[in-house]
């Protein structure tokens, strides 16, 4: 039982090798990507 929680918290094999980015650059792509689509849905009203 001790050895399958070991192995619980391990990343795969195929996944370690990825770069993973930072989670603050995704919140920040995600707002941007936000305010991006906003902007092009309302620029009649903002501009």
């Known amino acids: 039982m001790e050895e399958n929680d070991s192995n619980k918290n391990k990343v795969p094999s195929k996944m370690a090798r990825m770069a993973?980015?930072?989670?603050?650059y995704g919140l920040y792509l995600a707002i941007f990507i936000v305010i991006l689509v906003l902007l092009i849905?309302?620029?009649?009203?903002i501009l």
Request: aromatic share 20%.
């Open 20 to 24: 993973w980015p930072k989670s603050k």
């Open 41 to 45: 849905l309302y620029k009649d009203l």
